[in-house]
């Protein structure tokens, strides 16, 4: 027999995390024990933040940041996993995607303490190394080669939403969208076997309003932008995202840019990539790797035009997703 909405129960749960919310939205059958799995889900982002904030000084990750060069670090196997990840798209994008901008990122205030100018002009010293160089990570521990500082803030709400997904499953869940702030994941179908639909975000500072819908099937989706965090400088709005070649905000950016993939971490480490990159160099590796983008780019006045990439954006329809409007 079919499934129809009607034999099902529409549960919306959401919580505090990263200094943004979760969600999940489903449909269980009746006497689903929501309240259980609201507690299931507040746990295993509580788990991943824990692991990976750099906003907790006793966090796994600053714990790692604490550690003297050289010293081999015992690690979590989750913060394991997305330090693995996260090295093997910074190789894979030359560096453009770099957890090692952690000094930059405080110096330039997106961390716990306001921006610092001296520490501003340390991070902008011309004496990079990236990160998938300068650590080495395996058999459960890490080993730092010269001394930076780690930031997992452009993949960790990314896994934290695969982690949402993984823990429903659990539970018996197989269909549902969760998310974190923007970033979501879409698992199987709807009760009346429609994809769920995802709205990318217009990049206005002032207001929410949708430019494209997507209808998303067993697929993740995550858009890095200049226009939610940023800092002004001398009238200038820098973005949070850092250039890993400058130790600074980035200049002349995107907008934005959306990426489907079949993990949110991954989908989360190539927005930031691309964005790093731009629509021409960006472009260029996400058609080499097979990577779906959207990158928004503003044109005159309010004008905001639109590189595509990938059969999906491509307006070529796929099962995992379809872009409309």
């Known amino acids: 027999m079919s499934k129809t909405s009607t034999e099902f129960v529409r549960h919306a749960l959401n919580g505090p995390t990263m200094g943004t919310r979760w969600s999940a939205l489903f449909f269980a059958p009746p006497g689903f024990d929501a309240e259980a799995a609201r507690k299931a889900l507040q746990t295993a982002v509580n ?56 000094d930059a990122v405080t110096a330039w205030g997106f961390g716990p303490s306001a921006a610092a100018p001296n520490l501003i002009r340390t991070a902008m010293t011309p004496r990079r190394i990236p990160a998938h160089v300068a650590i080495e990570a395996g058999d459960g521990e890490v080993r730092t080669r010269v001394p930076i500082a780690l930031d997992l803030n452009g993949i960790a709400k990314g896994f934290g939403v695969d982690r949402l997904a993984e823990t429903l499953a659990t539970l018996g869940v197989r269909d549902a969208l969760v998310g974190i702030d923007g970033e979501m994941r879409a698992m199987g179908l709807r009760p009346d076997g429609e994809t769920w639909t995802v709205a990318v975000e217009l990049p206005d500072p002032d207001r929410r309003a949708p430019h494209s819908v997507l209808s998303l099937q067993d697929c993740a989706v995550a858009t890095s932008g200049d226009y939610r965090h940023w800092v002004e400088v001398q009238g200038r709005r820098l973005s949070h995202t850092m250039d890993p070649r400058r130790g600074a905000p980035l200049l002349d950016a995107p907008a934005s840019v959306t990426v489907l993939a079949p993990s949110c ?61």
């Open 47 to 102: 788990e991943v933040d824990a692991q990976m904030s750099t906003w907790k000084p006793d966090s796994d990750l600053m714990r790692l940041n604490r550690a003297p060069v050289g010293e081999r670090v015992p690690v979590p196997a989750m913060m394991m996993e997305v330090l693995r990840l996260a090295l093997a798209v910074g190789k894979a994008s030359g560096g453009a995607f770099d957890i090692g901008v952690g």
């Open 265 to 325: 971490a991954a989908a989360d480490a190539w927005a930031t990539a691309l964005m790093v990159l731009g629509p021409g160099k960006g472009g260029e590796l996400a058609r080499k790797v097979g990577i779906d983008a959207l990158f928004l780019l503003r044109g005159e006045g309010d004008s905001i035009d639109a590189c595509r990439v990938g059969r999906v954006f491509g307006d070529e329809q796929l099962p995992t997703g379809n872009a409309e409007g």
